[in-house]
Antibody, heavy 125, light 107 residues
């Protein structure tokens, strides 16, 4: 059974840092790209960051670029999100999600197939 | 960024009713679109990928269609367990973007 378990959230003051972790099990973690996606209370979904299976490719949303760093440790089956210079607008439930690909007619379709339960980050003084 | 405009924002359906949710992309996304269902207090779950392919384990009453910039999710026969929020999402370009969501309630 695939499991993604996030941790590391909490209440933090504006301008401070926090590091989230996501431990994966039930699949070969090192073979798959991973993402962080967040959801502010009562709001929709916002993609935050992506890291490829071997960490060669990394992308960020503009809203977090320069402040957040995504990384992974394939030996530990763990995905990370280092968050610095936190702002009130970063308050959200943060999900890690695995990326799957589907090949059809010379095109590679990508989608988020498994999601963790989420970890809450609250930025407030 | 590719904007995903989802409609309606909310709708109410009776048991057994067929419902449709639309998603309009600001540019063509070559069917690189997924649909997710999020029940209250739960994580999103994948329903459809590549615009029309049903994820394993998802009931066949869910279907996806569309091309270019216009896509839709159809539920053929509303069930109580379908009460949830639904989101479309494009993977054609970075940043990945989601629609604003549709809240589906049972009438």
């Amino acid at each position: 059974e695939v499991q993604l378990v996030e941790s590391g959230g909490g209440l933090v003051q504006p301008g401070r840092s926090l590091k989230l972790s996501c431990v994966a099990s039930g699949f070969t973690f090192s073979n798959y790209g991973m993402n962080w996606i967040r959801q502010a209370p009562g709001k929709g979904l916002e993609w935050v960051a992506y890291i490829s299976s071997g960490s060669s490719y990394i992308y960020y949303a503009e809203t977090v670029k320069g402040r957040f760093t995504i990384s992974r440790d394939n030996a530990k089956n763990t995905l990370y999100l280092q968050m610095t210079s936190l702002r009130s607008e970063d308050t959200a439930l943060y999900y890690c999600a695995s990326l799957r690909t589907y090949y059809y007619s010379s095109y590679i379709y990508r989608y988020f197939d498994y999601w963790g339960q989420g970890v809450m980050v609250t930025v407030s003084s | 960024d590719i904007q995903m405009t989802q409609s309606p924002a909310s709708l109410s359906a009776s048991l057994g009713e067929t419902v449709s949710i639309e998603c309009l992309a600001s540019e063509g996304i070559s069917n690189d679109l997924a649909w997710y269902q999020q029940k209250s207090g739960k994580s999103p779950q994948l329903l459809i990928y590549a615009a029309s392919r049903l994820q394993d384990g998802v009931p066949s009453r869910f279907s996806g269609s569309g091309s270019g910039t216009r896509y839709s999710l159809k539920i053929s026969g509303m069930q109580p367990e379908d009460e949830a929020d639904y989101f479309c999402q494009q993977s054609y370009k970075y940043p990945r973007t989601f629609g604003g969501g549709t809240k589906l309630e049972l009438k």
